[in-house]
């Protein structure tokens, strides 16, 4: 499962790469790309503390959804284990219409 982070700039989501790395540099946990290009061409900087917390967040509900997945129970074979004892059990609506008219 990967990291899916929300954009402080814009509130979209977005998927960065597993190693946190574009082909041109780092990823941002704070930003998107298109934001963080834009930030990065003002000379604006991500807080440090910003991103620490938006990477806790986004392990925290990762942890989350791995623990309500493993909770999530099999669920259980409902085919039938041997066919029916009687003929009743295999007689259905159309068996008695047949027999009425």
């Known amino acids: 499962m990967r990291f899916v982070f929300e954009c402080v700039e814009c509130g979209g989501h977005y998927l960065p790469p597993e190693e946190m790395v574009y082909p041109d540099g780092p990823a941002s946990p704070v930003w998107c790309t298109a934001c963080q290009s834009a930030k990065r061409a ?3 900087r991500e807080d440090p503390l910003l991103a620490r ?5 986004a392990r925290a509900a990762l942890a989350r ?9 099999a669920r259980p074979d409902v085919r ?14 159309g068996v008695l219409r ?4």
């Open 42 to 44: 003002a000379g604006v």
């Open 53 to 57: 917390v938006a990477l806790a967040a």
């Open 65 to 73: 959804r791995a623990a309500e997945a493993a909770e999530q129970p």
């Open 80 to 93: 039938p284990s041997r066919p029916p004892r009687s003929r009743r059990a295999r007689s259905g609506p």
């Open 98 to 101: 047949g027999k009425l008219g």
